[in-house]
């Protein structure tokens, strides 16, 4: 089966770092997306990772390794408006997007 | 500005009413979906409609149907539905449906049924 896992709960202290990991086992991969979404609000497009590495965007950066079926989001500088769930999705090899469950991320002053 | 609305935003319905979600995005696009989300649980994909056509149809239920007039508009007709069907229902629209294709969601409409 398809499987994406991302832990359920995370909390931070504003101002510092949080990386939120996100693990997948998919039929193919077509690529690796992040959204951000806040209570009663549409999941919004963060980042998009097919190849290996680092993309940065801002205080945002999110990183891909194939070979070991992993990303993960960092968020540097928190801001309290950052407390959001946060959600990783994989396309397979049909194009579909599988979701993980999200990541609720609290953030403390 | 996500460029997706969708109304009501609210429902509450009896199991044996009829109603009906509707979608409108404004971007353009050519790709259009229907998401379930309830709590704690992953996103799940109900319908897919790439160019007015329906392309994915997930083992949704019948209770559940998908109406798509044109490319910017998509209607989740609802009857017979049962409690667990109350959720969270987000529409989406993309370009198209392929690799690089990032999908904007709307606001959503949240559902109970009792």
Not at chain 1, 81 to 102: E, F, H, M, P, T
Request: with cysteine.
């Amino acid at each position: 089966g398809q499987n994406i896992d991302q832990p359920t709960e995370m909390t931070a202290t504003e101002g510092a770092i949080v990386q939120i990991n996100c693990t997948y086992q998919t039929s193919g991969f077509n690529g690796l997306f992040w959204y951000q979404q806040h209570a009663g609000e549409a999941p919004t497009f963060l980042s998009y990772n097919v190849l290996d590495g680092l993309e940065e965007k801002g205080r945002f950066s999110s990183f891909l390794s194939r070979s070991k079926g992993y990303s993960y989001l960092l968020l540097k500088e928190l801001q309290m408006k950052d407390s959001a769930s946060y959600l990783c999705a994989v396309r397979d090899s049909n194009y579909q997007l599988i979701w993980g469950a999200g990541t609720k991320l609290i953030i403390k002053p | 500005e996500t460029g997706v609305t969708q109304t009501p935003r609210h429902l509450v319905m009896g199991m044996t009413n009829k109603k009906s979600l509707k979608c409108e995005q404004h971007l353009g696009h050519n790709a259009m979906y229907w998401y379930k989300q309830s709590a704690k649980k992953p996103l799940e994909l109900m319908f897919v409609y790439n160019f007015k056509e329906q392309t994915e149809n997930n083992s949704v239920p019948s209770r559940f149907s998908p109406e798509c007039p044109n490319s910017s508009h998509l209607f989740l007709h609802l009857h017979t539905l049962q409690p667990e069907d109350s959720a969270l229902y987000l529409c989406a629209s993309s370009p198209g449906t392929g690799d690089t294709e990032t999908q904007y969601f709307g606001p959503g409409t949240r559902l109970l049924v009792l």
